[in-house]
Structure formats: C-alpha cells, structure tokens
C-alpha cells in the first residue's frame, strides 16, 4: 500500500510559481510511474503530467506545456510538479498519482494510488 501527501499549493498571481510535492510512504515510490492530475470547480478531473519510474520521459498537457515540469528524486521518495507562468485557469485542486506500472499514462484509471489533493488558487 502506498500513501501520497501533496503539498505546496496556495494562493498565488497570475505569472506566479508554485512547486507542488508529492511524498510517499508505505512502500518506495522508485518502481512506479508518477502523475499529476487536477479538478476545477465544476469540471472534470484532467491529466496535468506524467513521469516514469527512472525519470527518464515525461509527458504533459498541451494546456501546459512550456509552463509546467514534472520530476522526482527517487531517493526521497518525492514527486513535484514545477508550475510557472501560473494563469488563472490554472486554478484547482491538485492531486498527485502512483502507478505501479512504471510506464507514464494521461488516463487516471491507469492508476492505483492517489493523494488528497493541494489547492492551487491564481487570482488575476
């Protein structure tokens, strides 16, 4: 079993920063594929980014593309999501995502644990 805790979010301008973290416990995270996904007020839960277990490929929205890095420090059992350029739509709850796979996946059924979620909220 694995246990995810984001943390990070906040309040912050639009053109604002944030680094989003994900820490795990109960299990090491080295093996598994990691993702970022996010629900806004009234939509559905979209994919933000995802990593493989090395580190190696990532893969992002095109909403967030050139804005947004996903990485991880396997030796700490950590994933973050770099948010920079913040803009408004941004604006979400952000959750982070373990597969035991550890090929990257943007379908949130792909995966097998999930956090609780940081709000993000960029005010204009």
């Known amino acids: 079993q694995v246990q995810l805790v984001e943390s990070g979010g906040g309040l912050v301008q639009a053109g604002g920063s944030l680094r989003l973290s994900c820490a795990a416990s109960g299990r090491a995270l080295r093996t598994y594929a990691m993702g970022w996904f996010r629900q806004a007020p009234g939509k559905e839960r979209e994919f933000v980014a995802a990593?493989?277990?090395?580190?190696?490929?990532?893969n992002y929205a095109d909403s967030v593309k050139g804005r947004f890095a996903i990485s991880r420090d396997n030796a700490k059992d950590t994933a973050f999501l770099q948010m920079n350029s913040l803009k408004p739509e941004d604006t979400a709850v952000y959750y982070c995502?373990?597969?035991?796979?550890?090929?990257?996946?943007?379908?949130?059924?792909?995966?097998?644990?999930w956090g609780q979620g940081t709000q993000v909220t960029v005010s204009s």
């Open positions: 995502a373990a597969r035991r796979s550890g090929s990257m996946d943007f379908r949130e059924e792909w995966y097998d644990y």
């Open positions: 990593i493989t277990w090395s580190g190696t490929s990532t």
